[in-house]
Antibody, heavy 116, light 112 residues
């Protein structure tokens, strides 16, 4: 059974940093591209970043470029999102999701609240 | 960016009725491999999104055949036949053909 478990969310002040993790199991993690997708309270889904299976290629939405870094450790089957210089507009539930045939599996999400 | 225009924003339907949700993209979603990466997701209240249909018309395992997806290029439709109470939630279309990945704004399905 595929499982994606996010962690690392919490309350953080504007300008500070946070690192999210997504622990994967039930599939060969190193074969799949991965995504971070977020959802602000009561809002829709918004893609944040993606990474290729090897980690050699990464993609970001414009509003997080230079502030967020997506990475992965295939030996640990874990996906990461380092978030620096956080802003109030980054407040959201962050989901990791697999690529493959297209957003096949999602984690339960971790809530990030940016507030003073 | 590819804009995904999803309509209607909400639907109220009686049990047993059928409904359709439209999703139109601002660009063709056909990738260079010939496949169309348009998917449908359902987010039930308080839950994470779950994929129902991938690449326009392929049902995910466990998804009842009351759900069907059709379309091509820029125009796509999700149809739910014989709606059941457990179908309620917010439906999203999503494209993974082009970066940035983009989503429709959602259709909230309510049961009358």
């Amino acid at each position: 059974e595929v499982q994606l478990v996010e962690s690392g969310g919490g309350l953080v002040q504007p300008g500070r940093s946070l690192k999210l993790s997504c622990a994967a199991s039930g599939f060969t993690f190193s074969n799949y591209g991965m995504h971070w997708i977020r959802q602000a309270p009561t809002k829709g889904l918004e893609w944040v970043a993606s990474i290729s299976p090897s980690g050699g290629s990464t993609y970001y939405r414009d509003s997080v470029k230079g502030r967020f870094t997506i990475s992965r450790d295939n030996a640990k089957s874990t996906l990461y999102l380092q978030m620096d210089s956080l802003r109030s507009e980054d407040t959201a539930t962050y989901y990791c999701a697999t690529e493959g045939t297209g957003l096949a599996y999602w984690g339960q999400g971790t809530l990030v609240t940016v507030s003073s | 960016d590819v804009v995904m225009t999803q309509t209607p924003p909400s639907l109220s339907v009686a049990i047993g009725q059928s409904v359709s949700i439209s999703c139109k993209s601002s660009q063709s979603l056909v990738y260079s491999d010939g496949k169309t990466y348009l998917h449908w997701l359902l987010q039930s209240s308080g839950r994470s999104p779950k994929r129902l249909i991938y690449q326009v018309s392929n049902l995910d395992s466990g998804v009842p055949d009351r759900f069907s997806g059709t379309g091509s290029q820029k125009d796509f439709t999700l149809k739910i036949s014989r709606v059941e109470a457990k179908d309620l939630g917010v439906y999203y279309c999503a494209q993974t053909t082009h970066f940035p990945l983009t989503f429709g704004s959602g259709t909230k399905l309510e049961i009358k």
